[in-house]
T-cell receptor
Framework: AQSVTQPDIHITVSEGASLELRCNYSYGATPYLFWYVQSPGQGLQLLLKYFSGDTLVQGIKGFEAEFKRSQSSFNLRKPSVHWSDAAEYFCAVGAGYGQNFVFGPGTRLSVLP | GAVVSQHPSWVICKSGTSVKIECRSL??????MFWYRQFPKQSLMLMAT?????????EQGVEKDKFLINHASLTLSTLTVTSAHPEDSSFYIC?????????????FGPGTRLTVL
């Protein structure tokens, strides 16, 4: 069965600094990979996804993620963080069409002014 | 596109009553919808998978008689919490897959906060 780890429970960065959120997965084949963001009391918004092709994926709000098969990772990056990026970020893995997601535990991002 | 709504956004009820939560795909057809539960500062826990026109598939440990799921159309799934108790208080989130989308992407609703007194 697939699993997802997000090693960082909470990250604090200063506004304007760069950001990298880590995601590692365990799955035998090439998974479908997703990053979602959740603001307090809200649902999840899709930031980006990878399912095939170019391993560097661009998403909304200036985020990007890179799939590295050799490291079983799908880290999320942003070159310059804005205060509005403060939220909870979830990495998710899909095992293939029609299969359910497995979510990571989430990383809470705080942004200092 | 791919907007999912939930109603109500929050609800307070007395212990022993039933509560219905609606999940709608507003601009697409969703053959599959999912219901999650989220506790404070935790990740999402999948409760059940709902396919249009068939019975929902519940995850292990989820009481199907307590959490009734109906997916009567390609745009609507409902979750009814029957005989609610305080321990059912939680944040419930639904998601939906676009019919024919081979990438498995799930689009999430804004969630429903349930408080049982």
């Amino acid at each position: 069965a697939q699993s997802v780890t997000q090693p960082d429970i909470h990250i604090t960065v200063s506004e304007g600094a760069s950001l990298e959120l880590r995601c590692n997965y365990s799955y035998g084949a090439t998974p479908y990979l997703f990053w979602y963001v959740q603001s307090p009391g809200q649902g999840l918004q899709l930031l980006l996804k990878y399912f095939s092709g170019d391993t560097l994926v661009q998403g909304i709000k200036g985020f990007e993620a890179e799939f590295k098969r050799s490291q079983s990772s799908f880290n999320l990056r942003k070159p310059s963080v804005h205060w509005s990026d403060a939220a909870e970020y979830f990495c998710a893995v899909g095992a293939g069409y029609g299969q359910n997601f497995v979510f990571g535990p989430g990383t809470r991002l705080s942004v200092l002014p | 596109g791919a907007v999912v709504s939930q109603h109500p956004s929050w609800v307070i009820c007395k212990s022993g009553t039933s509560v219905k939560i609606e999940c709608r795909s507003l601009d697409f057809q969703a053959t599959t919808m999912f219901w999650y539960r989220q506790f404070p500062k935790q990740s999402l826990m999948l409760m059940a998978t709902s396919n249009e026109g068939s019975k929902a598939t519940y995850e292990q440990g989820v009481e199907k008689d307590k959490f009734l799921i109906n997916h009567a159309s390609l745009t609507l799934s409902t979750l009814t919490v029957t005989s609610a108790h305080p321990e059912d208080s939680s944040f419930y989130i639904c998601s939906a897959r676009v019919a024919g989308d081979s990438t498995d992407t799930q689009y999430f609703g804004p969630g429903t906060r349930l408080t049982v007194l």
